[in-house]
Nanobody, 118 residues
Framework: QVQLVESGGGLVQAGGSLRLSCAAS????????MGWYRQAPGKQRELVTT???????NYIDSVKGRFTISRDNAKNTVYLQMNSLKPEDTAVYYC????????????WGQGTQVTVSS
């Protein structure tokens, strides 16, 4: 089992920045992948970015060049630095972890609201 606690959401004007944090606890040695999903009102949850244990990253096209995912393995924490925010980035952001050695399972944070005003 992995527990995730998020922080850092809020209200920001377009063009501004926010940084989200997600601290993991529990069976952290089994973590294979960390990332962030988001869900905007009336839309399906979408995978925004992931980072592997080796530090390889992936991003959806709409956030490339604006968002940066990173992780601090000593603190078992993953971050999402969001710059040049746009109103269409408004969503609830969920931390995501894939953990487990034999049959990996997905774990989710509680979600944090990011609202970008125009």
């Amino acid at each position: 089992q992995v527990q995730l606690v998020e922080s850092g959401g809020g209200l920001v004007q377009a063009g501004g920045s926010l940084r989200l944090s997600c601290a993991a606890s529990g069976s952290i040695s089994s973590i294979q992948l960390m990332g962030w999903y988001r869900q905007a009102p009336g839309k399906q949850r979408e995978l925004v970015t992931t980072i592997t244990n080796s530090g390889s990253t992936n991003y959806i096209d709409s956030v490339k060049g604006r968002f940066t995912i990173s992780r601090d393995n000593a603190k078992n924490t993953v971050y999402l630095q969001m710059n040049s925010l746009k109103p269409e980035d408004t969503a609830v952001y969920y931390c995501y972890v894939l953990a487990g050695t034999i049959l990996p399972s997905a774990y989710w944070g509680q979600g944090t609201q990011v609202t970008v005003s125009s």
